[in-house]
């Protein structure tokens, strides 16, 4: 089977769907807004600036902190995206792209923050919610 060189996904109901190029690692968030956002930790993938959405009208657009908005659609409340503000990035939920994506985990940040209830068995480099903060929140 070929590989794409890009990456599509559609919410629930269709009405959004998103196309980004090809990535190959997922990144975890253990943060307690992103587990309440999502049912649990956020597996992201990060996609950059460059992400074709197409249904904008469908969706609404939350913002999470002074750095960050959350993206979801408005009729099937689908979690669509988490996006960096003052870089225009993009992190996509790693399900959202359902067909062909064979991701690799890559890092779990906000470790420190995970409950006890769950651990993952793959060996990745952690950092802490300080460190995080250090590391990418410019103020």
């Known amino acids: 089977m070929e590989q794409t060189q890009t ?26 807004m992103c587990r309440r956002w999502s049912g649990g930790p956020m597996l992201a993938v990060h996609c ?3 992400v074709r959405i197409t249904g904008l009208d469908s969706v609404t657009v939350y913002t999470s902190s002074d750095w960050a908005e959350r993206g979801f ?9 988490y996006k960096f503000k003052g870089s225009g990035q993009y992190a996509m939920p790693a399900g959202f792209f359902q067909a062909g994506a064979d991701f690799a985990m890559g ?3 906000f470790i420190d923050r995970k409950p006890g209830y769950y651990d993952f ?3 990745t ?5 300080t460190e995080v903060m250090e590391r990418y929140v410019t103020k």
Do not use: W, Y
């Open 7 to 32: 990456m599509k996904g559609q919410c629930l109901c269709g009405a959004v769907t998103i196309e980004t190029s090809r990535r190959e690692r997922v990144d975890v968030c253990h943060c307690g």
């Open 48 to 50: 950059g600036p460059d």
């Open 73 to 81: 659609c408005s009729r099937c409340g689908t979690h669509l995206f």
């Open 107 to 109: 890092s779990q940040i």
């Open 121 to 123: 068995a793959n060996q």
């Open 125 to 129: 480099p952690m950092l802490t919610e």
